[in-house]
């Protein structure tokens, strides 16, 4: 990865006049090469991380995992793509292992979640079986630790 990208994975808030003073370069070369970088596909967007406990955002997110059957000459691409689609979907990524996807969902409640795993994600013809992980708590998101360190409490030494 070049240096650019690598600075902008790190964080993309960065702006160009900075970036170009990073790399050693000007700022016009800097906004050049990032519009080429979005519209190869190679920049797919920008988000922040946030700290949704701080927020009071309450919401359901779940991790399930799905076996699927492959299709001939399409392999799990397909099902892959039809499940990506549908707006309750986050992540969905082909694994290695036990099962075939790993679908990352987000909901307004468990009703919801599980509402859109038995009406929408079974119920599509070659989902052989699916397993739901229900997300409890957040210590890590994408490289960026969502809490600081808590520092042990010490009882006071007394003479």
Request: glycine share 6%; hydrophobic share 40%; proline share 3%.
């Amino acid at each position: 990865m070049d240096e650019l990208l690598e600075l902008l994975s790190q964080n993309s808030s960065l702006k160009a006049s900075e970036l170009a003073a990073r790399l050693n370069c000007s700022e016009q070369e800097i906004t050049e090469k990032i519009r080429q970088y979005e519209e190869s596909g190679i920049i797919l967007g920008y988000h922040a991380i946030m700290n949704e406990e701080e927020l009071g955002k309450n919401h359901v997110r779940a991790v399930i995992e799905v076996r699927i059957t492959p299709e001939r000459e399409g392999g799990f691409n397909r099902l892959a793509h039809r499940i990506s689609k549908f707006p309750e979907v986050r992540s969905c990524y082909l694994m290695s292992g036990g099962y075939d996807l790993m679908v990352i969902i987000e909901g307004q409640t468990l009703q919801q979640v599980a509402l859109f795993v038995s009406e929408k994600l079974a119920t599509i013809e070659g989902v052989l079986s699916t397993s739901t992980h229900f997300l409890l708590k957040a210590y890590k998101e994408q490289g960026i630790l969502i809490h600081s360190e808590e520092k042990p409490e010490r009882l006071a030494v007394a003479p």
